[in-house]
């Protein structure tokens, strides 16, 4: 394994981590390439399963308040006013190129497509927000029939927040070896049982991180 290659920083902090042995620092390299593809596997399988949620719930919402499921198109004004304008811009645009190179018109569908994982962080309520409050409360909270009891708003927007910021440690290309990868898991799971326990089931008969933690050359024996 080449410091060339991967950077001398990165092979430092490998080698330390492995007692200086070479080749146990090259299975652990591997072993974060691995890590890194199982974990983006699961965020993307509970990314469509939030999304989705979410998107049902709004499509309810706008229709009884604006006369029109599309709520990325054409939005209630209090939900515009709790949504991230920038995001949707930038989601339109790039759908709008998409749908162009297809030769058809635009829709809800193409936006919703392009809207990254921080849009749907960033829905949930804030107390710095009063109009993401009062979502939640009429809509939101909907797309989470099956959340227990004792959960307050809190647990699911810092469960959310904690996949985003493996998400985002994923994509700077971090190493996830000293990383919580069990707990993250275990966020994305229960939001998806919080959504209903066949999306609970889906999430984990699809993705494939358990195993990957399991198999961490750094774990402790």
């Known amino acids: 394994m080449s410091s060339r290659l991967i950077g001398d920083p990165r092979l430092q902090r490998l080698l330390i981590d492995m007692g200086g042995d070479p080749p146990r620092a090259h299975e652990l390299f591997q072993w974060n390439v691995h890590a890194s593809g ?13 999304r989705n949620a979410i998107d049902r719930e709004l499509r309810v919402w706008n229709q009884g308040m604006a006369g029109t499921p599309d709520w990325l198109h054409r939005p209630h004004p209090y939900l515009q006013r709790a949504l991230y304008r920038p995001e949707i811009s930038k989601a339109s645009a790039r759908a709008r190129r998409i749908a162009a190179e297809h030769g058809r018109p635009l829709n809800h ?26 979502l939640w409360d009429v809509a939101i909270k909907n797309a989470f029939p099956a959340w227990p009891g004792d959960w307050s708003a809190d647990s699911v927007v810092n469960r959310v927040a904690n996949v985003h910021g493996l998400r985002n440690r994923v994509a700077h290309l971090e190493p996830l ?33 358990l195993p990957v933690i399991e198999s961490n050359p750094a774990s402790p024996c």
Request: glycine letters at 2%.
């Open 177 to 209: 070896h000293r990383y919580d990868l069990r707990r993250v898991r275990r966020d994305m799971r229960s939001v998806c049982h919080a959504i209903g326990p066949d999306a609970a089931r889906f999430f984990v008969q699809t993705e494939r991180l």
């Open 109 to 134: 569908d193409d936006i919703l497509a392009q809207m990254s994982l921080g849009a749907w962080r960033y829905i949930l309520p804030s107390k710095a927000n009063k109009s993401k409050q009062k």
């Open 38 to 50: 199982a974990a983006m596997e699961a965020i993307h399988v509970f990314e469509l399963i939030l």
